[in-house]
């Protein structure tokens, strides 16, 4: 599996943050639209910059309640 650059100054759509992430499509656009990926809806479709992209992987991870057992 290679490793994808992500440029800060890029826009990112929703099928390309799936690629980055390895997640399905739906999951990015749920990430998309509850706000834990901060984006913008253009047009009906989804983006983020390479910068707010990097951003979700410093947040610290919220624990839930079956991972604090």
Do not use: C, H
Not at 2 to 24: F, W
């Amino acid at each position: 599996m290679s490793v994808k650059q992500i440029e800060e100054r890029a826009l990112y759509n929703v099928e390309e943050v799936s690629d980055i992430l390895g997640i399905r499509r739906e999951t990015a656009r749920k990430l998309f639209a509850t706000g834990r990926i901060k984006g913008t809806k253009m047009a009906r479709k989804w983006f983020v910059t390479g910068k707010n992209l990097k951003a979700v992987f410093d947040e610290p991870q919220k624990q839930t309640t079956a991972s604090r057992k």
